[in-house]
């Protein structure tokens, strides 16, 4: 797979085979990214790590939006059947970043509901060694959590339109079960 910055626009429609690889690609992002952040919040240095996991965010959901096609330019460029299954996805989800431009102050309402495990991660690199290696455990734990989060997310959307593009918005019904219920698992 190429680099996720690589797709412009929406081409042909992804194809499951495809969604499943993007989103194997994406996971191995986060935790790369993830990793990153941690090795970062192992340096004693104040707020250097707060502010380098929100600029590793602001990059890495878009993109993982992109490689989805699932950015807000994306979706408005599909059909009117298929805008209405992402967004009744999107809505489905709750809280989530699909379909939406990640702002500073988006992020910043996100990571503040994990206000606790931050404060506890900022507090903690002041213990010597210890503490460092508590608090880039943390980071990495809380960047890894929210990256996966967004991966499934956009998998679960993308899904969703693929399945609605092959079976039509209501399915196919066979033995009483709707096809795409079946290929996810849920009843």
Known sequence: MTDMDTRESPREPLTL???????????????????????????????????ADLGILMRLLPKISAEFELRPEDIAKQDPESRAVIYTAIKALGDSFVGKVVTRRL?????????TKVAGKSMAKYAPVVGQVASASIS????????????????????????????????????????????????
Not at 17 to 37: G, K, L, P
Not at 107 to 115: D, E, H
């Open 17 to 51: 085979a495809e969604i499943d690889a993007i989103r194997d690609y994406c996971r191995q992002q986060v935790t790369r990214r993830a990793a990153f952040s941690g090795a970062l919040a192992a340096l004693p240095l104040p707020m250097v790590d707060a502010a």
């Open 107 to 115: 992020l910043a309402a996100m990571l503040a509901r994990f206000g």
């Open 140 to 187: 990495f734990a809380l960047m890894r959590h929210i990256g996966l989060k967004h991966v499934e997310d956009c998998y679960r959307v993308a899904r969703a339109r693929a399945e609605a593009r092959l079976f039509g918005v209501e399915g196919t019904i066979i033995d009483g079960v709707a096809i795409r219920e079946r290929m996810t698992g849920t009843s």
